[in-house]
Nanobody, 129 residues
């Protein structure tokens, strides 16, 4: 099982980035994918997730309306489109999945770190002028 996040970089406030999470070793369309981030000196927090079936998504309030998660099962990839970026979005971003629960992502709960048991390496996003 492998998850690989990529696409991070330096962007100015108000700009956009698209992160990718390429997965292998499991069938993407059977499991939810969560996105998390960890800013310097802070705890890792859930950003959002996409479920395994209808593509239902859930976002934490601070990114709602600015970030969008989508999946391409044929490419075994999940995307995190980030628009209107703010300096407080600066963090290392991670994707993760829970192979013990195919229904991990629900519309009423942002992803929680302890619920996901397979993680990719992070990709750094820096929002600065």
């Amino acid at each position: 099982v492998q998850l690989q996040a990529s696409g991070g970089g330096l962007v100015q406030p108000g700009g956009s980035l698209r992160l990718s999470c390429a997965v292998s070793g499991f069938t993407l369309d059977r499991y939810a994918i969560g996105w998390f981030r960890q800013a310097p000196g802070k705890e890792r927090e859930g950003v959002g997730c996409i479920n395994s079936r209808q593509g239902v998504t859930k976002y934490t309030d601070s990114v709602k309306g600015r970030f969008t998660i989508a999946r391409d099962n044929a490419l075994n990839t999940v995307y995190l489109q980030m628009n209107s970026l703010k300096p407080e979005d600066t963090a290392v971003y991670y994707c993760a999945t829970d192979l013990h629960n195919s229904n991990r992502c629900t519309p009423w709960q942002i992803p929680r770190r302890y619920e996901y048991d397979n993680w990719g390496q992070g990709t750094l996003v820096t929002v600065s002028s």
